[in-house]
């Protein structure tokens, strides 16, 4: 036994005092066992066993298909998962090695990413956004003229609007804003990730540390007590296996200290799954043409000048007059069409099942 098994015994021993430590160690007054072979006294474990010089529970892993060194697992929900660090009710300095994070594992994710289908808006030809008037010729909208704004509405169907009059003297010749074909767009919608898990799964965090071997009987493992553990961690053996087919132990009667509880998760190794991005890509071109009209009163009655507008077109007004009202309507009205594209699953996902086998709470 090593310097440090010695130096726990000492420990436990010294604590127990009185009777205690007579039961406990037999030394002294039990048989007449000689004090001076404290080191070789044992300790009675938690379930009534001898262990040696193990504090916690002696136990047997050698399971197959199963790692022999037993696991300190939390279970319980993802939203809720804790750090090995945690798993200990007290700190015991000296009393075995501290806890760390092995891995993380989830229940069984969706294999299966949908991809929400590509949908793209209808291209459509749309009127002018109105007029610029400036008091100068061919629409000078130089510092030393007027420049006054002449708007249709939002989403303007071509009926008859009446903005704010301009006056003679503000009104030399104005500028028709051209129709415009409107491109189709993506339809944007969120594309769920099947394999993402909601916060209530259950999912388990696996800690390395908690056993040691050299200090129980028989070549068993020493483990962290129960009795020291927080609630949702257990005492584990872990599978590095894919198969269903890892077995756990027979359940032990009431003692309960076997690895006899079976549960399974999965390790995400790789997940690069994703959907490609959607597009929309132009079929067949627009055509649009629109005839707009402009009226010196304002219920577009009273005709000052007419264009068929592709693009931008100047007009010089006729001396003297105002601006009251403008229509429009379509001469050619045909959009055009286009076709979407992406929403195609690409990557791969490499997951590998876990098999926990653990002793009953």
Not at 115 to 125: G, I
Request: charged content about 25%; glycine content about 10%.
């Amino acid at each position: 036994m090593g310097q440090g098994g010695a130096v726990r015994i000492l420990t436990v021993l010294a604590g127990m005092g009185g009777a205690a430590v007579a039961v406990a160690s037999g030394c002294g007054v039990v048989d007449g066992y000689d004090c001076h072979e404290l080191l070789a006294c044992d300790i009675i474990n938690e379930d009534g066993t001898n262990n040696g010089a193990c504090l916690g529970t002696c136990v047997d892993p050698d399971l197959a298909d199963f790692e022999t060194t037993p696991r300190i697992v939390w279970i319980g929900p993802a939203s809720e998962q804790p750090s090995c660090a945690d798993a200990l009710l007290d700190e015991r300095d000296g009393d075995g090695p501290a806890l760390a994070e092995h891995e993380r594992l989830v229940a069984e994710p969706e294999r299966d990413v949908r991809c929400d289908p590509c949908a793209c808006t209808e291209p459509a030809c749309v009127l002018p956004a109105g007029l610029t008037v400036t008091s100068g010729w061919m629409c000078d909208d130089s510092p030393d003229e007027t420049v006054t704004p002449f708007r249709a509405p939002p989403g303007w169907d071509g009926a008859c609007v009446a903005p704010p009059a301009v006056a003679p003297e503000a009104f030399g010749s104005f500028e028709i804003a051209p129709v415009t074909a409107r491109p189709c767009e993506v339809v944007l919608s969120p594309v769920p990730r099947d394999g993402d898990l909601p916060d209530e799964a259950q999912s388990a965090v696996v800690c390395k540390g908690g056993a040691e071997e050299d200090l129980c009987p028989d070549e068993k493992v020493c483990v962290i007590g129960a009795s020291r553990l927080r609630p949702g961690f257990r005492r584990c053996v872990v599978s590095p296996l894919a198969g269903d087919y890892a077995k756990c132990a027979p359940r032990d009667g009431a003692a309960g200290r076997t690895f006899s509880e079976r549960f399974t998760f999965w390790n995400v190794r790789l997940d690069t799954r994703r959907c490609t991005r959607c597009a929309c890509t132009e079929t067949a071109p627009s055509t649009c043409e629109a005839l707009v009209s402009t009226f010196e009163d304002d219920a577009c009655t009273d005709l000052l000048a007419s264009a068929v507008i592709r693009q931008r077109v100047c007009h010089d007004a006729d001396s003297g007059s105002a601006l009251g009202s403008m229509r429009a309507e379509w001469r050619v009205n045909a959009p055009g069409s286009c076709a979407p594209s992406g929403g195609e699953l690409v990557g791969e996902l490499i997951i590998e099942r876990r098999t926990l086998c653990c002793m009953p709470e």
